[in-house]
């Protein structure tokens, strides 16, 4: 239990540790401790753990003060460490005072933030350190773009485009998605199409302009059986119902023309049964190592007993595992001249966003990242990570995702669990400046700053279904008859719109999945994967979604340092850049606030840029400036 409250420790906070965030190797890192005169302490010890091996080294007592602005009649106990090689340090503090020791240890929850000080050790409650190789950069480019995300299949069809013989159509563009298992599969096989193309999507590209967009983030276009395509079966070719792979450059160069990148979905941790590769199902040329152990890409795949029983993707017999570091196969994707992630970087993509991360060996994201960076400098890749990845664990493994050696960024699965949350009212927004803080602590600054951010993706409920319905549970025929109506759909899309302002507020990549902007409902696979409503946007969602990417659109959001903070109910994020000072407040209760600004951050008389459209009351007044905000309410101020 905590037993002495005046001793203090934040890792969130610059002054305590600096710089924030993950550092280089190398590079030194400040930790600073107060403790109040009134303890008598005698010293503080820093505890540290490299690689599984214990390390006490002694604080300098530097400072006293007799206030300051975390207390009154303290010491300053300062040290400054560093690594040489990358990886994670974790650490917390011993104060020695002559009644007993006291330790300062890090919260239960892993976050970070206010120590905890306690009179027994608890070696399993320390602070993180990240360190990072010193060699480490994320491109520019990336820190800040504006992302969206498309599902080739459902976006935009060319008429005159795509190779739709043999796929199982829909005639209206405006079907739902099937999901009913097939009668003789026993399974949704997700084999219908709509005939969505790279021609459309380059049709597209106006509007997409218009909407502010920077990057486009295609799900997978390589030749596969499914609308998803995540069961590649020829990565050398575009889906034929997509298109030709010069329709792929062609909408590269087309896009680069309008200042927007592309980038592809790489899904290297297994292929599909129905591939060149492996060609279960007998449909292709080539004999693959289901057909003979003598094809090239045998050694690919582990086979129980050959040929019906291999390692598979959770369970699912379509899906084939790989063995990533077996060398024909590692030559294959990655390093023969003409490789295949080589290969479409030179077509025009920059960059990959890497499927199933956790499940890629660390051997081969590293050689990945050096055979992309060789062909394409300043090329960009994303891991999907579900959970915080500078710490994560899989297979048992500490994983070696954010040392500087494999990816740029990840996939903010953590920003978008917190904000709904957050706006579904499970946590307040204390703990919603937490989860942001720790991740600020845990990564890279300029890993931070590209996260690819987003409040809906083709793995989860839409965003505007996902805070206005309760789905977890529901059948697949439930999840197909969900509809929002009336006044729960009204609050809904209120809410979503408050969900989209805080991706584009804080520091990375806010990513739009498509049709979010427009309106878009849905629960999971294949639901969250209709067709765009092209002629039947939500404009009032349009609107504001052209809006934020115009807020966005300065150096404060785009590079400005963070600044968040909770009272009650309200949540404020602060961007500062040189001169340049943005404040978005935002009321997550169904309750009225009023609040008086903070005064010590305005030098002026703040300008309301816009708000959610809820009524917002900004008023000047003797003492202060004052804001009203409504129930799911927020304002952008510009000083």
């Known amino acids: ?91 917390q503090f ?248 080589k290969r479409w970087l030179s077509m025009g993509a920059s960059g990959w966003r890497l499927d199933v991360a956790d499940e890629l060996p660390d051997s081969f994201i590293a050689d990945l990242r050096s055979a992309v960076k060789n062909e394409k400098s300043d090329a960009l890749i994303i891991g999907e990570v579900w959970e915080d990845a500078s710490n994560k664990i899989s297979y048992g493994t500490q994983r070696e995702f954010l040392y500087g050696n494999e990816l740029d960024t990840v996939m903010n699965y953590p920003l978008k669990n917190a904000v709904t949350d957050l706006l579904k009212q499970k946590i307040m927004p204390e703990e919603f400046c937490r989860r942001v803080l720790s991740l600020k602590e845990h990564y890279p600054l300029e890993t931070f700053n590209s996260l690819m951010n987003f409040v809906s993706t083709h793995d989860v409920d839409r965003i505007i279904t996902d805070l206005g319905a309760d789905t977890d549970g529901l059948s697949r025929e439930e999840q197909a008859q969900l509809s929002l109506t009336g006044e729960a759909l009204a609050a809904a899309k209120g809410a979503a719109k408050l969900a989209a302002l805080i991706i584009f507020a804080l520091p990375g990549m806010p990513c739009i999945y498509y049709g979010d902007e427009a309106g878009l409902t849905g629960c999971r696979d294949p639901f969250n994967r209709k067709t765009y409503p092209w002629g039947r946007e939500d404009t009032e969602l349009l609107d504001w979604y052209k809006t934020l990417t115009r807020m966005h659109d300065c150096s404060c959001f785009r590079k400005g340092k963070l600044g968040i903070e909770a009272a009650g109910s309200l949540l404020s994020i602060r961007r500062i850049f040189e001169d340049e000072r943005r404040y978005v407040l935002i009321n997550a209760s169904d309750e009225t606030v009023e609040t008086m600004l903070d005064g010590t951050y305005f030098r002026k008389t703040p300008k309301l840029l816009f708000d959610a459209g809820l009524g917002v009351q900004f008023s000047e007044r003797e003492n202060g400036f004052y804001l009203l905000l409504p129930p799911k309410g927020a304002a952008v101020f510009e000083d």
Request: aromatic share 14%.
């Open 1 to 91: 239990m905590e037993t002495f409250k005046g001793i203090k420790f934040n890792s969130h906070d610059e002054y305590f540790k600096s710089p924030a965030g993950a550092v280089m190797t190398g590079s030194p890192v400040t930790l600073r401790v107060l403790v109040p005169h009134g303890l008598d302490a005698y010293g503080v010890t820093l505890r540290l753990w490299e690689d599984g091996q214990e390390k006490l080294l002694n604080m300098m007592r530097s400072k006293s003060f007799d206030h300051t602005p975390y207390g009154d009649m303290l010491d300053e106990y300062t040290i400054n460490v560093s690594r040489e090689t990358s990886g994670l340090v974790w650490y």
């Open 94 to 341: 011993i104060v020695n005072t002559p009644v007993r020791p006291y330790y300062l240890c890090a919260p239960k929850d892993g976050l970070g933030g206010d120590a905890e000080t306690r009179e027994h050790p608890h070696t399993d409650r320390s602070f993180q350190l990240t360190v990072c190789q010193k060699t480490f950069s994320v491109p520019e480019w990336a820190q800040g773009s504006v992302m969206y995300q498309i599902f080739p299949d459902r976006f935009f069809r060319h008429e005159n485009s795509g190779d739709v013989s043999g796929r199982r159509m829909h005639k209206n563009w405006l079907d739902e998605p099937d999901y009913l298992p097939d009668p003789n599969r026993g399974y949704y096989p997700a084999d219908d199409f709509f005939g969505g193309n790279l021609k459309g999507i380059e049709d597209k590209l106006d509007y997409l302009k218009d909407l502010g967009v920077e990057v486009i983030y295609l799900n997978p276009i390589f030749k596969a059986f499914s609308n998803h395509r995540y069961d590649t079966g020829d990565y050398e070719t575009v889906d034929p119902v997509l298109g030709t792979n010069e329709d792929f450059s062609h909408l590269c160069a087309a896009a680069k023309a309008k200042g927007i990148r592309i980038i592809l979905d790489g899904v290297f941790s297994h292929t599909g049964s129905d591939s060149k590769y492996f060609n279960r199902e007998g449909n292709y040329p080539e004999t693959g190592a289901y057909q003979s152990k003598d094809s090239p890409c045998y050694p690919w795949y582990s086979f129980k007993e050959y040929p019906e029983k291999y390692d598979c993707w959770w369970g699912v017999w379509s899906l084939p595992c790989v063995k990533e570091n077996e060398p024909s196969y590692k030559d294959y994707i990655i390093r023969n001249r003409d490789s295949i992630v």
